[in-house]
């Protein structure tokens, strides 16, 4: 049996072509942290450009992902989308909710700036490794 399609179907964040759109879109407290996180992540790749990656922003350097953010219901997000940066950062990351690739915490409580520096430039630091 066939469903009958929505006319309220949800666009996906991606749909938007626009982080600021994705931004503009999340709850008040996790747009001001992921605001911070975005400028952050900015500062520490000067280079790189804005785009989205599995439906989040994200950012691409030299036409690979570098990181990506994003906002969940209970939480936010920042993908160095590294295990091995992540390892290496485990003890600056002691603070907050991880996994393999994810760093989770409270939306309106994002990672320091000087932290989130630190894991960009050493996932920048991967990518050239990788290319050599």
């Known amino acids: 049996m066939k469903r009958a399609s929505s006319s309220k179907a949800r666009s996906k964040p991606s749909d938007t072509g626009s982080v600021d759109a994705y931004l503009a879109s999340a709850p008040a407290d996790a747009r001001a942290g992921l605001q911070k996180l975005r400028k952050a992540i900015s500062a520490a790749a000067p280079g790189a450009e804005e785009c989205f990656s599995y439906g989040l922003p994200a950012f691409r350097l030299h036409g690979r992902p570098l990181v990506c953010y994003g906002a969940a219901r209970r939480h ?5 989308m590294s295990p091995t940066v ?5 003890a600056d990351l002691q603070a907050y909710e991880t996994s393999k690739g994810t760093i989770r915490f409270p939306a309106g409580n994002p990672p320091p700036s000087a ?13 050239h490794a990788d290319r050599e």
Do not use: D, N, T
């Open 76 to 80: 936010c997000s920042f993908y160095p």
């Open 115 to 127: 932290l989130v520096r630190k894991i960009v430039k050493a996932r920048i630091a991967e990518l």
């Open 86 to 90: 992540m390892r290496a950062h485990a």
